[in-house]
């Protein structure tokens, strides 16, 4: 029972669908008919007013006749008629009942038309109408005749191949969908299925049942049947309504992870553009935009090219396309002149790619390097400046160990100046070695002081001996200002023996003879202050603020006349900031200079600690 029932609707569903389709189509057939009898009206009708009427009277008339007639056999032209400009037939190509039967208002309408006219009319008993197209012949620029062309639409052919077979497709299709309607209905009416098999027996009652008490129990049955259907799709909907919770609790969770993504990628430091698989852009950080002084706004949907406005960079990416595929990663060095001058950045190009790796746009990474860049100079000036140091001493030494080795210095008292040179400029190579260590160390931080409670008046005494030789050399006079209780210092008493030498040994080298040096020692503000007081070159103002740097020397040639490898004051620097000091320059060029150094005395220094 059920099954037939089912197998009627759905026939009738099958019938009206292939019915329904069938008048559809019938009416797009119809209309294509129309359209195409009107193209080929219009076209056949300008195509004969092209001539001169003397063609279809004279020798082309025979031509003109043959061309119409096959036309009337194959395309449905129904009639043909060319007349003069009195209305009188030139040519009459048609059956003569018809021609007769042309309603009055059609001809004259097509006789007076000045340009391309179609109009239709019906002839008695036909059930399908005639068109008719019509359109004047001129000649030197005056009307000489009128061609006018007929066309009855063919009558439908209701089983033509073309429509079967379309009609046959269409029935296969119609088949299939109300299957799939069938079957996807008979899913989702499953519950009230259910209910009206339970409900059914209820409310048919039972005819073995007494009436009053079988109904009333058969109601009561299909109440609690009813309830529970209805709990029961009440379940289903809590069910539905609390995965559409989680899922829009998930999209939530997403899109507040995409907003925090872009949010970090927006205060990140360094500029970051994201775009679509067509180079468009989706994303551009805060940093870029700033960059390519742009805004959001205009950015975003705009192909990468114009918003980046660089053909070096756009060239670079393309290259990187074909790079991408051999898996070669490489950046660019670009600037940004108009906003940062000046400024070096790194570019990179990469692509985006989802979880299966397909590509979904690229992303463009801009970082400032110029930092890096200047840190690489410096470098590359220090290994130039180190090389350049040792070179000269070393030249020295090969080229008057050559000259000994080869004999060419006979004199003993030369050979003594030789030896004597060179061995001067091995200590000077192996104190600039190891001047350059201890400076490398402490800017490395790697240098561990031998910290001890170091005397000042040993201290003072030590480095005094090693600098008294050379200004008696020089004949300059040491004045030593000391106190009668010498502070104790807590550091390293080697390094500080270096920056105390490094100082006296300055004042000695850049002094001229006869000159005066002062050296004191006192305690001011439980410092240690040591000051070096001499009356030689003095320092240009120019140089004041490079001398502590390394390498660094003065250009005067009085200055350069001395040997030195400028790195003396950058290590006494480095020694008195490691012991918690300072250390001021004050010099006129001509007069001297005057040196201090400050170091926190020991109980301050441990009481510090
Ligand atoms: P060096 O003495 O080996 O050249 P330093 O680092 O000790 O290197 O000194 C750096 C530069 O500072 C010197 O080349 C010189 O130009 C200047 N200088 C340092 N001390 C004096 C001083 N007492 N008088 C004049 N110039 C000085």
Known sequence: MKFRSIAVAFLLFFLVGVAAFGRILLQYDEKDRLKDIFDKGNYLVS?????PLDDFDGNKRDFFLRTLTEYVSSEGLAYCLIQDGEGKAIISLAPRDLTSRIPLDIQNRSLSTMGLTSQSFMVGGKDRPFYEFAKPIFERGHRAGTVRLGFEIPPVSLFSMQRISILAMMAFLIFAASASVYYGMGHALHPLRKLYAELGPS???????????????GIAGGIRSLERALAGLKEALNKTESENMEMAARLGVATFEKNQIYRIIDAINFGIIITDIQENVIYINSYMINLLQTTRKEAVDRPLGEVLESDEIMSFIAQQDSLEKTKTTSHMETMFPERSPGEVFQLSS??????????????????????EKSAENVQQ??????????LTPLTTIKSYNEMLMDGEVGDVEMQKEFYNTINEETV?????VQNLLNIVKIEMGSLTLATGLV????LVGDCMTAVEGAAQGKNITVTKNLPDNFPSLLGDKELLKT???NLLGNAVKYTPENGKITFSLQEENSMVVFDFIDTGYGIPEEDLPHIFEKFYRSKDPKIMEEMGSGLGLAMTSQIINLHGGEIEVQSAVGEGTHFTIRIPKEDYYIGKK
């Open 455 to 458: 005397k000042t008046d040993w």
């Open 47 to 51: 195509l004969i007013a092209l001539h």
């Open 203 to 217: 409310f048919r009652g039972s005819g073995s049942q007494p009436a009053g008490s079988g109904r009333s129990r």
């Open 350 to 371: 990469s692509y985006m790619k989802d979880g299966e790796g397909a590509v979904m746009g690229k992303m463009i990474s801009v970082r400032n390097i110029t930092s």
């Open 499 to 501: 920056a105390i030498i």
């Open 381 to 390: 000036e220090f290994i130039g400046n180190v090389a350049h140091e040792f």
């Open 428 to 432: 000077r190579l192996s104190n600039m």
